[in-house]
């Protein structure tokens, strides 16, 4: 092994040796004279499963996989690849939820962050009188192992996504959204502080208070400033039970109405809303909620409503303190609503069943009779001054009469801008409230992922024309004049901050915003 600092930065690596298929040079040779090359592996399954995602549309295949066994492997790589000639791009990647190859590295190194569970920051629950309880949790973690390593005190986050088998790292990078943000934020707002690789090898611990920059830059960054290898994350007492409603309605200004009277209360734990069409199915991998005698209620008024419904579901929380008011608790919830009449359905489950009612994909795939699957999501952020002209030519026009459409799941409720930090790089609507369009295609045939794709594309087409300024979450643009467009007065920052964090442009080259020839 040679210390890496003892070769740099005296000398530049200038000899490759591991090639691609086309037989450019990718990884220089002095690499394997270093212990971390041990960790590199190119064999046939990791190759595959880097180059793959969850959308399962776009292939890119990696030099390497990288599997860290500690924090000081990756700091190793990312100062290797800084002092080359050519620096080569490297990706962390968390699950792999991505949809359209964020998290993967075309000719670069992949770096596996699941293998740092052995040996990254675990989670580690604790206290102070400043900060009270929250949870130092490795990057790498998937939230399903927060929720349960944090009840085990009784403990939990306040902010989730809907699927918790995604990592820390993941979520971060993006935003994480469910239906707690109207209330707690997004779950990039409940972070204490980070430990931050960045892309010069540097491992710097941020919080608001000590290197905000970096801080803020790497929350909602899309993986381009810095490798998050911890987050210190704001616990709360956590309840023990949780009553689910869901309402019916046909009319899309009384569905919107009451979601927003609901997020104007502090009456609701979790509120999101969603529609029902003849394509979808209402016991979906999303969630089993109704029972078969629903079902069949609501199949015989979506035929009477001409083919859509909207749903709104809200949940409150509860404990044994509470068990004696909680019904007239959810009664004066729903006091002033008005779904459609006899359309309100209610159940009583666990708080752990509730935030882990998404199965994981791997028991999703196993079901699915080994048939591939794609899945060309479109996820938005639409003002809400624009969301009745957006019902009538999206929901109205282009959905439900969609007649090629088969199984999709698509959610649709507010979110309180004041929930969210403008400093951080995530970006929102310039409005109090926005709606969060999540369209979860799923398809079987790639004429199927086409005709979705050309779905997505007529709706960001329909919104540009249109003048309503949407934003894309989970961003994917292919042309850095968009990827400008939507930053907007965010961009100038955005792209500072990569110089002075990444100046060689090594990390997250999956997310297409900069290349090294920048
Ligand atoms: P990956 O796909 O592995 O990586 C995503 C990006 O983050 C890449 O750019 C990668 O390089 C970067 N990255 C990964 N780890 C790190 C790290 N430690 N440090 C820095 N950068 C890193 N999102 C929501 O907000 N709410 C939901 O309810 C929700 N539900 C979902 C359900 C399903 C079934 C799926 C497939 C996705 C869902 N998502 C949801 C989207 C999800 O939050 C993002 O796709 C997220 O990035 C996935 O996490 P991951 O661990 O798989 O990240």
Redesign the pocket.
Known sequence: LYPISSLFPVFLITSYLMCNMAGKLLLPNEIFSLDISTKLHNDHYNIKSASI??GNLIQEIPTSVFHPSSIDDIINLIKFSNNCSTPFTI????????VRG??MARDGVVVE?TALSKNGSGIRVSWNPSLGYYADVG??QLWIDVLHATLEHGLAPMSW???LY??V???L??????GQSFLYGPQISNVLELDVITGKGDLMTCSKHVNSELFYAVLGG??QF???TRARIILQKAPTRAKWVRLIYSDFATFTRDQEHLISTDGPNYVEGSLITRHSLLNNWRSSFYSPSHQSKINSLLRNKNGLLYTIEVIKYYDNNSVGTIDQEVELLLKELSYIPGHMFKKDVSFVDFLSRVKS?DDINSNSGGHEEFHPWLNLFVPKSRIMDFNAAVFLDMIRDDHNHTSSLILFYPLNRKRWDDRMSAVIPNEDIFYTLGLLHSSTSLTETETFDKLNNKILQFCEKAGIKIKQY?PHYKFKEDWMKHYGSKWNTFQERKRKFDPRMIL?P??RIFSNSD
Do not use: V
């Open positions: 995602d969850y990706a962390a990647k968390g699950r792999g939820h991505s964020q998290a962050m990057g790498e996504t809907d699927y995604l990592t790292g993941g979520t990078s993006n935003g994480g959204i469910s899309l993986g810095g490798i998050i994909t989970l997250s999956g997310q």
